[in-house]
């Protein structure tokens, strides 16, 4: 019922919603003296925030249209490459000559849309030839599809690597941490599947009893039972996956602004603000960035839970019990992290991070023993949050250009970023990427040294056994 609930309220508001954006559009034209006065402002600025707040976003677009490439500017378009019932593989072909090192990027399916990760994609583009998993809301799936489940992301993961390759580089943006790392091992255990020649992952819960968050405790804390009866829902009838058990997108959504609401408070009243003092350029940002996080989708209920137990609560993955069940032949087969040897691993981690905290991501390195150190590097970026790892300033010119370095280096064993490279973005250069520095064994010590600090006072604080800034 709460989907139809949901859906209803939608319709009735319709008609103020529609009225309220023929009021804005009068008070925020610029033929209209009013527009220019406080009163017409104020009016304005309070009709598109009633607007906004009770529409519903629909999908956004990538959008990205050119990149900078050797100086010069290069056309870029979007090409649907392999295409199945829950997501479609997307290539951002480059108009020109030029061959980089490929590059797949598993966006999470959390209830927003790949587009989420565009300037992920943006940075990348002068320097990789790049794909992304472009996810399909639930919602629009038919019964007749099948189920899907963690299992059958999984598959996915490898039926996308091998359409691509073994000479593919997989970055998992946080969800897809668990599934891309139990792809890989899964690949490394088949000696008749090739695996990629290295995986990142930024910012994942690959084991999430290091560190808690809101999201850790809240998984830990309910069973699931309370979240199959509390968020699970079907989706109604006029709508083409009709009664598909679904994690609804607008639940989601609510979980989202919970966890930060006075942020997100603060941020909708300076937008009004803004409006009223009329500030265009504030207000646009204001604009697209929740456009983006306000489009969400709906998840399949079979993939939410078993995400839940298998992620949260069991911790499958880092005890050595994760399981996968071939969708194919219906037989399960282990999951054996000591099996990755050589396909290279990088695990990134955000300072202010509040959805996969601190060794979360790290926790990896632990898992693959028989990998050698110098196929191990992590990065631990200072002042940043989880949405910042793969988006804005600091993604361009401290993360990226590190995981760029990373996937050159076992492109080819060298150190070969293109001079030309090095103009567009600040790099890092080779005598920061030493394996007897940055591999990364050594900050799974450090962080074991800070359990045994504990209880010895000030000498234990945290920050002194996190990773040192730039590893």
């Known amino acids: 019922m709460i989907y139809h609930f949901y859906e209803m309220q939608h319709a009735v508001l319709t008609p103020a919603r529609l009225a309220a954006e023929s009021l804005r559009s009068v008070f925020q034209n610029p033929w ?20 906004r707040l009770t529409r519903r976003f629909g999908k956004p677009t990538f959008g990205l249209l050119e990149t ?45 849309y790949a587009t989420l990760l565009r300037g992920t994609v943006e940075a990348l583009l002068p320097h990789h030839e790049v794909y992304i998993t472009d996810w399909v809301d639930a919602r629009q799936v038919p019964l007749t599809e099948g189920r899907f489940n963690l299992d059958d992301y999984i598959t996915y993961v490898m039926d996308y690597i091998e359409y691509l390759g073994s000479d593919v580089h997989v970055i998992a943006v946080c969800q897809p941490a668990v599934p891309v790392f139990a792809a890989v091992a899964l690949m490394e255990a088949d000696k ?23 999201v850790t405790e809240l998984a830990e804390n ?13 989706v109604p009838f006029y709508h083409p996956g009709a009664f598909r058990k679904v ?53 399949s209920a079979d993939f939410y839970l078993q995400t839940v137990e298998t992620v949260f609560q069991k911790h499958s993955l880092p005890k050595g019990q994760m399981k996968w069940r071939d969708p194919a032949t219906d037989r399960l087969h282990d999951v054996d992290s000591k099996a990755i040897r050589r396909t290279a691993l990088m695990t990134i981690e955000g300072e202010l991070d509040d959805i996969s905290a601190h060794g979360q991501t790290t926790a990896a390195h632990d898992l693959v023993p028989n990998l050698p150190v110098a196929r191990q590097f992590h990065h631990f970026q200072e002042d940043v949050g989880h949405y910042g790892i793969f988006n804005g300033r600091r993604w361009r010119h401290q993360i990226m250009p590190r995981i760029r370095n990373f996937i050159r280096r076992h492109e080819s064993g060298k150190d070969p970023v ?10 890092h250069k080779a005598e920061n990427w030493d394996p007897k520095k940055h ?12 359990e045994k600090m504990k209880g010895k006072g000030a000498a234990s604080s945290e920050k002194g056994f996190m990773p040192r800034k730039g590893e």
């Open 32 to 51: 209209n003296p009013l527009s220019y006065t406080q009163l017409g402002r104020t009016v304005g600025a309070g009709a598109e925030m009633f607007e």
């Open 68 to 112: 900078m490439i050797d100086g010069k500017i290069v056309e870029v378009s979007e090409e649907i490459r392999e295409e199945k019932p829950f997501c479609s593989l997307i290539h951002f072909r480059r108009d020109t000559k030029r061959k980089d090192p490929k590059v797949l990027i598993v966006a999470p399916m959390s209830g927003h």
């Open 192 to 214: 008749s599947r090739k695996p990629p020649l290295s995986m990142i992952l930024m910012g994942g819960p690959i084991d999430t009893r290091v560190s808690k968050t809101k």
């Open 222 to 234: 309910k069973s699931l039972k309370w979240f199959e009866n509390t968020v699970v829902v079907e």
């Open 247 to 299: 994690y609804p997108g607008f639940i989601q959504l609510g979980g989202f602004m919970s966890m930060n609401l006075d942020r997100h408070v603060g941020s909708h009243m300076q937008f009004y603000h803004h409006l009223v003092r009329g500030d265009g350029d504030s207000a646009e940002s204001h604009r697209r960035f929740y456009d983006e996080y306000n489009a969400v989708m709906d998840i």
């Open 418 to 427: 293109p001079a030309s490279d090095l103009a567009l973005v600040s790099d």
């Open 439 to 450: 591999a990364l064994p050594v900050v799974l010590k450090r962080l074991a040294e800070k």
